[in-house]
């Protein structure tokens, strides 16, 4: 999953903690690359509780992870959760299966 603010990619991971964040964007899971951790216009969701922007969205619940308040993810107008899925991915992920697969 890509930097939901600038888009850049994760790479191999190192041994020790992520420096990349977890977060929330209209009720959808994100993540926040180190470069952008400090930018201003991130838009994340608040937690109703404490205001905290360190939430986690896991099985349709969003979750604070300061001061541990759930509550339902949101869903869209249809009633299914909002897509998390970022623009311009299933072409990537189309290019990929097509080097891989040998297709021109």
Request: charged share 20%; with cysteine.
């Amino acid at each position: 999953m890509p930097c939901y603010h600038c888009g850049a990619r994760q790479t191999d991971p190192v041994r020790g903690a992520s420096p990349w964040l977890r977060g929330v964007s209209d009720g959808g899971q994100v993540l926040i690359c180190p470069d952008c951790q400090g930018a201003a216009d991130l838009r994340l969701d608040t937690c109703d509780t404490c205001g905290s922007t360190r939430l986690v969205c896991r099985l349709g619940e969003v979750e604070c992870r300061d001061c541990g308040a759930e509550r339902p993810a949101a869903r869209s107008a249809a009633g299914v959760l909002a897509p998390t899925t970022p623009p311009g991915l299933s072409a990537e992920v189309e290019a990929a299966l097509n080097r891989v697969l040998g297709r021109n």
